[in-house]
């Protein structure tokens, strides 16, 4: 009997549907929620489209670091598309239905993009490491096709890292539970409405984190360490000032992606029931928008030549001394404008005094002749 039921369950996997519920416990806030999520998506796309076409128009920006930068906004942009878009749809519309299949995909696709963009971090900061520390075999050792090779071997592990997760979450039997507390679908909620034990999971969880991130983390740690110390041995201050500058911007990516990282995976695991769910969760959503956000308006800051690009894009020459003539214009006209009132009501005081002074001069004439 229970051979039938597990070959029933799994014959009709197929027929499973789910429904995704958003933050739990903040179900009457989803509209204001995503105002901010909707508005930080337009501008991800937006800014690594933007950073993107820049990239490969701009032949003073074909060096590795604007390669590997690229493929950063490429994984941002496929980052936030997998998951936002059904985020939105359950926030506006409560169209929070997704199908097995559907759902395991958006979790392949998720997990698959995660580790390959933390893998794109370590080349960046294995070429800020060749920059700085071996600044005249630079375009030597990073050449285009050893770029190729690296973005295709980020892809390629990411890839067998993750593949085994479509099998492991199939192999599971499921008895009816469809409720998921998330707004998208990923590794341990689906595990988690199986019947079956699912030490399997968790255990290849862990193991996935550790020699996958963690690994990433430990190498971009050691890079770093290794530049620290050939910068510090620069006698020139400005030298020294100008090396770490040139990393401040990746460091700054770092950070903003590993550490929502890490601890939503801690607290989905040790946190137990000391943080409230709905903080997991609406971190959880603003991780997959908050970095392809924000990435490209820091190394827009950040970096010298794709602002030069950008204006020179955005704004012409001649748009721009126009621009700057009708902000003077405007600036003046609002600074002016008060003091134009105050002269035009005095005017008119004084203007109404004359005529009153003017008609109490012929009431006397008038009285007195």
């Known amino acids: 009997m229970k051979t039938f039921s597990t070959t029933l369950n799994h014959t009709s996997l197929r027929d499973i549907w789910y429904t995704m519920i958003g933050i739990p416990g903040l179900e009457d806030a989803h509209i204001w929620i995503s105002i901010p999520i909707c508005s930080m998506y337009i501008v991800a796309i937006a800014g690594n489209v933007l950073l993107l076409f820049l990239i490969f128009t701009e032949r003073s920006l074909h060096e ?25 749809a359950i926030f506006w519309f409560q ?25 794109i971090l370590l080349a960046m900061a294995f070429d800020r490491y060749v920059a700085i520390c071996y600044p005249l075999r630079y375009t030597n050792i990073l050449t285009p096709s050893i770029i190729i090779k690296m973005g295709i071997a980020s892809v390629t592990r990411s890839f067998f890292i993750c593949f085994p997760l479509i099998f492991l979450v199939y192999r599971l039997t499921y008895c009816g539970r469809n409720i998921i507390q998330h707004s998208y679908c990923e590794h341990m909620g689906i595990a988690r409405l199986a019947c079956d034990s699912i030490k399997v999971n968790i255990y290849y969880g862990v193991i996935v984190a550790l020699f996958s991130t963690c690994l990433d983390v430990v190498l971009i740690i050691v890079s770093y360490a290794l530049i620290l110390c050939a ?3 620069i006698p020139s201050r400005d030298a020294r000032l100008k090396a770490l500058g040139t990393c401040g911007s990746h460091v700054c990516v770092i950070l903003l992606f590993y550490t929502p990282a890490f601890f939503s995976f801690f607290a989905h695991r040790f946190g137990g029931h000391s943080i409230p769910l709905h903080v997991h969760i609406l971190l959880a959503n603003l991780y997959v928008v908050v970095p392809p ?10 970096t ?9 894009v955005l704004f012409r020459k001649n748009h721009c001394e126009n621009l700057s003539h009708t902000l003077g214009y405007t600036l003046l006209c609002f600074i002016l404008y008060p003091y134009c009132m105050y002269l035009k009501c005095r005017q008119k005081e004084v203007f109404n005094l004359q005529i009153k002074k003017n008609e109490n001069i012929e009431i006397l004439r008038f009285l007195y002749t």
């Open 64 to 88: 590795p670091m604007y390669f590997f930068l690229s493929m950063l906004a490429l994984a941002d942009i496929f980052l936030s598309t997998v998951t936002t878009p059904k985020m939105l």
């Open 95 to 119: 169209a929070g239905g997704i199908s097995f299949a559907s759902c395991v995909s958006q979790m392949f696709f998720l997990h698959f993009i995660f580790v390959a963009e933390s893998a």
């Open 231 to 233: 910068v510090f041995r």
């Open 293 to 302: 956000t924000v990435n490209p308006i820091i190394y827009g800051v950040k």
């Open 304 to 312: 010298k030549q794709i602002q030069e690009r950008v204006i020179q």
